[in-house]
């Protein structure tokens, strides 16, 4: 395999550079214990456990704001509040406190290796569903732009995300190398737009579904394997 076709890289953020789990339920650990200082009933009425349960239950009643995460986690705090009695005002703040420490993600051991590498032989453009913010991370000088599907109104795996990226990296997909560890959205995706794509599966996803018609033009446990396939290390 030579990746010296390849003229630039979009990558996933979420499960590709950090576990985006454990941030979560730090980020739903600080909200609730926001809410137990400024509003009190809300958090003696839902727990983390049931502050996820309306989350998940927002998401479910609102397909048509699958893309936007963020108004997914507001509308359920806001909800949350209302129910309980506290001011639903309290939901944008309360918001903030989540959002802050959902950036404090701790990276994979070879993340910031291979972003280095990458990152000098290669454009790199983030392409997330999620809603990661790479400057308040800290990563945002490995990365020329991003896209997220709540600033596009779609994510992944739909090629018009994918085109998008192209486009703003002025070149055809089949120029670009999509790196993601989600097989539905980012392998089939990317490759259902035209792009090649690297399957990062680290230890604990689960394995390629069966029937999967995709082929990635790489498969690999990290992102040092990678960077060594690409012959960028």
Request: glycine share 8%; with cysteine.
């Amino acid at each position: 395999m030579s990746g010296h076709s390849f003229q630039a890289l979009t990558l996933d953020l979420d499960d590709t550079l950090w576990p985006v789990w454990p941030t979560i339920a730090r980020a739903e650990a600080a909200l609730h214990g926001w809410l137990k200082q400024h509003a009190p009933r809300t958090a003696a009425r839902f727990d983390v456990a049931a502050l996820r349960r309306i989350r998940n239950a927002v998401a479910d009643a609102h397909p048509d704001q699958a893309h936007d995460l963020s108004w997914q986690r507001q509308t359920s705090i806001a909800w949350a509040l209302r129910e309980a009695g506290d001011d639903e005002a309290l939901a944008a703040p309360a918001f903030e406190v989540f959002f802050d420490e959902r950036q404090r993600v701790v990276l994979y051991p070879d993340t910031l290796a291979a972003l280095q590498a990458l990152s000098a032989r290669w454009p790199l453009f983030a392409l997330t569903n999620g809603n990661a913010d790479l400057e308040r991370i800290g990563l945002a000088q490995f990365f020329i732009g991003g896209l997220s599907a709540k600033a596009f109104g779609q994510g992944k795996p739909e090629p018009a995300f994918f085109h998008a990226a192209c486009e703003h990296l002025q070149l055809t997909p089949h120029q670009v190398l999509h790196v993601g560890d989600d097989w539905a959205l980012d392998i089939e995706g990317a490759c259902g737009a035209g792009l090649a794509a690297a399957w990062v599966c680290r230890p604990g996803p689960p394995p390629k579904p069966e029937g999967a018609s995709a082929q990635p033009w790489f498969e690999g446990s990290d992102l040092a394997e990678l960077v060594r396939v690409l012959g960028a290390g």
